[in-house]
Structure formats: structure tokens, C-alpha cells
């Protein structure tokens, strides 16, 4: 089916829903699993360096995973069957903890400009004494949510598809993806800029983004890094193997190639015939795949997506 969830992205959506659950269900006794999994400011006393995986599963509020959770859904099946499940679950930890790390680069800034607007004589290698006397109270600083992971994974499906069109609420006309990424990038970079204290952590968002563009340009530069197909490319050629297997097998048993195939009419087509249409329909394929490499997933007209889509789809 064209709208299977993946395997990555399937765990991924069940692992976030089943931790907010028992964040639920912990805090009616008394515990805060985001005290013991959250991501701590460094310099508190509740900091562990497991938490900046951990942090990814936790989520405030019903609204901050249906939001993150949609993207994940959204974007996420998009990019797995694109790159496969080792290299889409790779990048969305990578991207996550990468998001973790600018997060607590800003929140040391934030620090500092709290200490230094009490005290203007205090020097940033004092500030560390400062914070180690202050450990308790920072326990408050505390990150939570897969926010910089989903928005590293929307960027790639930015960087992948940029002339992909989406339908954003409310917007009444289509958005390229291209520009969509922008926006959420403009967006989220003035919300840090501001002191709005809305409680998000914009930073992380864009630690994020960061993080995932420059992974993403990495790749693409050096296609033999570890995962050797870069923009789809694997994708696509597990489009054209599945294909071939259909054709070859159209009604669910083996069909050997060197057999005649019984039509509807009562007719029988003989190998000559069987191995032409067959070479038709690969060529088809083929010309759907260059024709995307060329000019991108967005040239395909609908006929052209609905028959990629129908050849990736297994019996």
C-alpha cells in the first residue's frame, strides 16, 4: 500500500506513545519521568548523558505529540522509503541528540547573561563555579520532545523533494516544499532571537535542522560514506527489483519465465511475446526513474507517480 507506515517510523510513533503513557500513568503516583529522562542542563545535578536520547521519547502535553507525532507520520514515511530504515533511523538520533547539544550551548549563553546581568564583574571561567553552587535549581532547565528530530526529518524531505507541492493549513494554494522548510526555519529563528518565553525550545529545533542539512550535504557529497545510496536512489532501484517481481509473478505463485501465460480471451502468449512486454514495461520504468533523476520527483505527471507507486507495492 502507498500509505504503509515503515518499520522505523512505526516503532518510532508506538515507542513516543507508549512513553507518553507511562509518563501519564507515573505522574498519578508521584513520579516525573521527565526528571529522570529529560535532558538536563550539564551543569545540574539530575544530568546524564543518556538523556539526550532519552529526552526524544517524552512529551509535555497531548498537543505537543499530536504535533510532533503528525510530522513524524507525515514526513517520516516519506524519507524511510527513500532512504531505507538503518539511514532514516541514523539520521533521526543523530539529529536529535544533535538538537540536545546547540540546546545546551544556548542555555550555558542563557546562564551566563543571567549571572552577568546580577553581576557584571563575573567572567564566563567563574561562570562554572557559579553553576556547580546552583546545580540544584538548574534541574529545572529540562528539554523534552521529538521536535528536532521531526523538524531534521522535514528538512530532509525539504532537501529531497524542494518542488514537491503541500497543502498547509490555511494557506488556500500549494506550498513547494522548499519554501515550506524556509518558512519553519525563518520561523523558528526569530522565535530564539525573541524572549518570548513561550517554553519551547526553538533552539533545539533548529540544532535540529542544522544538524540534519549538514548530514544531508555530507552525504550527498560523499555517496560511499557508510550508506552508499544518497537522494532515493535506493529507493528506487528496490522500486524496480519489486516491479519486476510483480510482472514476473502477477497473480502471487512463481511464474517461470519460459511457460505460457493464459490470457482472459483464452489465448496464450508465447515467450517471444512475453519477453517483449515484459522489456516494455521495465522500459517504462526506467524512463520514470531517469526522468526523476533529471528533473526531480515533482516532473512526474500522475499517471507516472501512480505506476511507480503500484510497482513498488508487493502482492
Not at 522505523?8 to 512513553?19: H, S
Not at 548523558?49 to 497531548?62: D, G, K, M, P
Not at 563575573?122 to 540544584?136: D, H, K, M, N, P
Not at 533545539?204 to 550508506?227: D, E, K, Q
Amino acid at each position: 500500500m502507498m500509505f504503509r507506515i515503515p518499520t522505523i517510523t512505526k516503532n518510532l510513533l508506538i515507542i513516543n506513545l507508549i512513553a507518553f503513557l507511562a509518563k501519564l500513568v507515573l505522574q498519578l503516583r508521584g513520579i516525573d519521568l521527565a526528571d529522570i529522562g529529560g535532558l538536563h542542563f550539564y551543569m545540574a545535578n539530575d544530568f546524564h548523558i543518556y538523556q539526550f536520547v532519552t529526552y526524544l521519547f517524552l512529551h509535555a502535553n497531548f498537543m505537543h505529540i499530536l504535533s510532533n507525532m503528525f510530522g513524524l507520520w507525515m514526513f517520516g514515511c516519506v524519507i524511510e522509503n527513500v532512504w531505507g530504515p538503518k539511514k532514516f533511523l541514523f539520521y533521526y538520533i543523530s539529529c536529535g541528540i544533535g538538537a540536545g547539544l546547540l540546546q545546551e550551548i544556548a542555555q550555558l549563553g542563557q546562564f551566563y547573561m543571567t549571572i552577568t546581568a546580577q553581576d557584571p564583574s563575573v567572567t564566563f571561567s567563574e561562570i562554572f563555579a557559579i553553576g556547580e553552587q546552583l546545580s540544584g535549581q538548574l534541574n529545572a532547565w529540562t528539554t523534552i520532545g521529538a521536535s528536532g528530530a521531526v523538524y531534521a526529518v522535514i528538512l530532509a524531505f525539504g532537501m529531497t523533494f524542494p518542488n514537491e507541492r503541500l497543502f498547509i493549513i490555511p494557506f488556500p494554494f500549494p506550498i513547494k516544499a522548499k519554501w515550506f522548510v524556509l518558512g519553519y526555519v525563518a520561523i523558528e529563528f526569530f522565535s530564539a532571537l525573541g524572549s518570548s518565553g513561550d517554553g519551547v525550545a526553538h533552539t533545539a529545533h533548529l540544532g535540529g535542522m542544522l544538524f540534519g542539512f549538514l548530514m544531508i550535504r555530507y552525504w550527498n557529497r560523499h555517496p560511499n560514506s557508510g550508506f552508499d545510496r544518497g537522494r532515493g536512489q535506493q529507493f528506487f532501484e528496490n522500486l524496480k527489483r519489486n516491479f519486476e517481481q510483480r510482472k514476473q509473478n502477477p497473480g502471487g505463485g512463481y511464474t517461470n519465465p519460459n511457460m505460457h501465460v493464459n490470457h482472459g480471451s483464452g489465448t496464450k502468449e508465447d515467450d517471444m511475446e512475453y519477453n517483449a512486454r515484459k522489456r516494455k514495461n521495465q522500459e517504462e520504468i526506467d524512463a520514470i526513474l531517469d526522468k526523476i533523476r533529471k528533473s526531480g520527483y515533482d516532473s512526474l505527471t500522475k499517471e507516472e507517480k501512480k505506476k511507480l507507486f503500484d510497482a513498488s507495492n508487493q502482492s
